[in-house]
């Protein structure tokens, strides 16, 4: 139960999300622990299991990419490899009827592009420049999609109206909203 929503911009990345730690809509609490983070030359916003975002920023290692390697080869390959390597090991990836099951999707911002890693471990890439995860993700999309071609509107004005809305209308999500901007490379 969150909204994260990405942005690519200029170049530049920004992810933000909400800080709500939800239990079956029975109970919320606000986390001090974020669900959005710079690591390295990355950005993530996680939802679901707080445990995999934990890993996330705290235990994973991501291997170098080799020269000339694409980035989108890099994250389905040794990349990915490593993220479900630390999931398995922590226990917080299982494998079920010869599948792969995690406790959340994540977006991640990465070299001026932002992608959706899904709980099965797919990397997804919209063609919008933008995306959203978590139970208050169409909410989110909506706004976004309005807004992605509005100039007079900051990145970050544009996400913080999209987490408001999706406050709004969803029991799961709660402020205060972290947004991370990750810088293009030069």
């Known amino acids: 139960m969150t909204c994260i929503v990405g942005l690519v911009h200029e170049g530049d990345v920004y992810i933000g999300g909400d800080s709500a730690g939800v239990n079956n809509l029975l109970d919320m609490y606000v986390r001090a622990d974020e669900k959005v983070f710079s690591k390295g030359n990355m950005v993530?916003?996680?939802?679901?299991?707080?445990?995999?975002?934990?890993?996330l920023r705290y235990s994973f290692s991501p291997p170098d990419q080799t020269i000339g390697e694409g980035d989108f080869a890099y994250l389905c390959g040794t990349w990915m490899s490593a993220l479900i390597e630390c999931l398995k090991n922590n226990g917080c990836a299982t494998i079920k009827d010869n599948e792969i099951c995690v406790g959340g999707?994540?977006?991640?911002g990465f070299n001026?592009?932002?992608?959706?890693?899904?709980?099965?471990?797919?990397?997804?890439?919209?063609?919008?420049?933008?995306?959203?995860?978590g139970s208050a993700s169409?909410?989110?999309?909506?706004?976004?999609?309005?807004?992605?071609?509005?100039?007079?509107?900051?990145?970050?004005g544009k996400i913080t109206m999209a987490l408001e809305t999706a406050e709004r209308f969803s029991a799961g999500v709660k402020g205060p909203f972290v947004i991370t901007k990750l810088s293009k490379r030069d």
Do not use: K, T
Request: with cysteine; net charge negative.
């Open 138 to 156: 169409d909410y989110a999309m909506g706004v976004m999609s309005v807004l992605v071609d509005v100039e007079d509107i900051s990145p970050e």
């Open 105 to 108: 999707d994540f977006l991640l």
């Open 112 to 133: 001026s592009s932002l992608y959706l890693i899904q709980g099965d471990f797919q990397v997804a890439m919209r063609v919008e420049p933008y995306n959203a995860c």
């Open 44 to 55: 993530f916003g996680f939802c679901g299991s707080f445990r995999m975002g934990q890993l």
